[in-house]
């Protein structure tokens, strides 16, 4: 393979020789679009063409696929950029730390570590790994990581410290966060506007709402956090789950002064937090703001007004925005319609929900999953198991838009069994089951356990089932063993 350029001083890429890529490097990944399937492709075309490309537009690929998540790709690129003699520095390898234990699991980001020169281990490695522990919520090797950094002398910021607070919030040990605190403060580390809101989300976790008051009151008045967007959105979000609806008022107005650059996803959030406030009249304000913004308003934007809609109950005024984004949208978005078809699910309204379904399938918008899943819960609740089990089939035949398969609940699983169980419909639930196994892997204890049992209240045999458990490595409880030996026939 050719060896990458490690110098290229110019971040520019027209004036280069044939030797190297045509166009630059993230270009040429992205060329076929985003998925990682394409990516990779795009990938495997460079490495096999042999151009070179300078060491800067790698580093710049790597942030885009790190951003978008592609983590294999990139794990591929950084491998590659080690091939071809590309000078690592301590920050790449650090870089490729974090992306071995996205693409390929903790133990394989421990060996790369434990197999770099002890020059290479600085602070930036030491805390690549930290990081990783803490995504994999391993507290105690996170833990000892960071008495490492410690006792090796290494100058530390907030961002191991941070790290450490968002794992014990995750594992719901929220309460270990303020001594973190105390120990940054102690050591002279300045908290940032991270540290401060997880420790406020961590006060929050056990409703101590006035704690959260004091960690806002400690960051104004100690002048060097300011806060931002994600501030005052925590902020606003504790305050309406406390059910504080005057307080997070208040704080959404501080949030839309930090809106000064007009964010889409910034309008987006308002109008969710004020509708879950119950102030339909800020909801429509903030609505034509955003519209004044985004004349073009995307099919995002209209899903989220006609969602908060919705939850405030003001139906007529969902089917209005509705209509508005339906004569004038350029793609047939159905995750749009899917919010009106839920409403009208949930408010008996099928006929409805049906003509909507109908409406959208003639102007491109292919029912979904989600569609689906939303008729099958309507039956389900109304009693019809037959349609309701219908329309899962439908579900998992259509499967996830990202390519994953679809799954009913274990709610709904659990209902359908319930109910063959009680009818003694044994071929109701093998049938069931024959759809449930084209979007799982296996069945689990409890599925087999209800089929046994409706099994012997049907009076019915099998010659199969205890084979069909070795096969799917199922072991059921004692009762249900006393069941099964009822009904196994030779």
């Known amino acids: 393979m050719s060896v990458m350029n490690t110098y290229g001083r110019s971040k520019s890429v027209v004036k280069r020789s044939k030797k190297y890529l045509e166009e630059a490097l993230y270009l040429k990944l992205f060329k076929e679009g985003s ?3 394409s990516v990779r492709q795009q990938l495997n075309q460079f490495i096999k063409s042999g151009k070179r490309v300078y060491k800067w537009e790698v580093g710049d690929t790597l942030k885009k696929l790190r951003h978008r998540k592609l983590y294999n790709p990139a794990l591929k690129l950084s491998e590659t950029m080690a091939k071809r003699n590309m000078i ?56 000892g990581v960071l008495e490492k950094m410690k006792e090796l002398g290494f100058p530390l910021s907030s961002m191991p410290y941070n790290s450490l607070m968002t794992l014990h919030t995750k594992v719901g040990k929220q309460q270990a966060v303020p001594s973190i605190i105390q120990e940054m403060k102690a050591n002279n580390i300045m908290l940032d506007s991270y540290t401060y809101n997880v420790w406020m989300r961590a006060l929050a976790a056990v409703n101590d709402i006035s ?32 059910g504080l609806f005057e307080k997070a008022e208040v704080a959404l107005k501080e949030l839309e002064k ?55 109950k003001d139906l007529p005024g969902a089917e209005k925005c509705f209509r508005e984004w339906e004569s004038s949208c350029s793609t047939y978005d159905i995750r749009v319609a899917n919010v009106l078809i839920r409403a009208y699910a949930k408010l008996d ?9 109908e409406r959208a399938r003639r102007r491109g918008g292919k029912p979904n999953a989600k569609t ?50 009680q009818e003694k419909d044994v071929d109701g639930a093998e049938e069931f089951l024959e759809i449930l196994k084209k979007s799982v892997d296996s069945l689990g204890a409890d599925v087999f356990e209800s089929l046994i049992r409706t099994y012997s209240a049907a009076g019915r045999t099998s ?28």
């Open 211 to 242: 704690g959260v008051e004091r960690v806002i009151g400690e960051m104004k008045r100690d002048g060097k956090v300011t806060g931002d967007w994600t501030t005052y959105s925590n902020l606003a979000s504790i305050y309406v789950d406390a």
């Open 349 to 357: 309204m099928l006929e409805k929900a049906e003509e909507l379904k």
């Open 372 to 421: 689906w899943e939303i008729l099958s819960d309507y039956h389900l609740q109304k009693g019809d198991f037959k349609l309701a089990v219908d329309f899962i089939n439908k579900a998992i035949s259509v499967g996830r838009g990202n390519g994953e398969k679809w799954v009913p609940s274990s709610e709904t699983i659990g209902t359908l069994m319930r109910h063959f169980e």
């Open 258 to 312: 930090k809106n000064a650059r007009k964010d889409l996803s910034a309008y987006q959030f308002l109008i969710t937090l004020y509708g879950r406030t119950g102030n339909i009249h800020e909801v429509y304000r903030v609505w034509r703001s955003l519209r004044l913004a985004f004349p073009k308003t995307a099919n995002i934007s209209y899903l989220n007004m006609i969602q908060a809609l919705v939850n405030l």
């Open 35 to 37: 998925s990682e399937l």
């Open 88 to 143: 690592k520095t301590v920050s790449d390898q650090a870089i490729h730390l974090d992306l071995l234990a996205k693409a390929r699991g903790i133990a394989a980001a421990e060996t790369y570590f434990v197999n770099l020169h002890e020059s290479a281990k600085n602070h930036l490695c030491y805390g690549a790994l930290l990081n990783c522990y803490c995504k994999e919520l391993m507290a105690e090797k996170a833990e």
């Open 463 to 490: 010659s199969a089932m205890q084979r069909r458990l070795k096969m799917e490595n199922v072991d059921v409880n004692e009762e249900t063993k006393k069941v099964l030996e009822a009904i196994s026939v030779e």
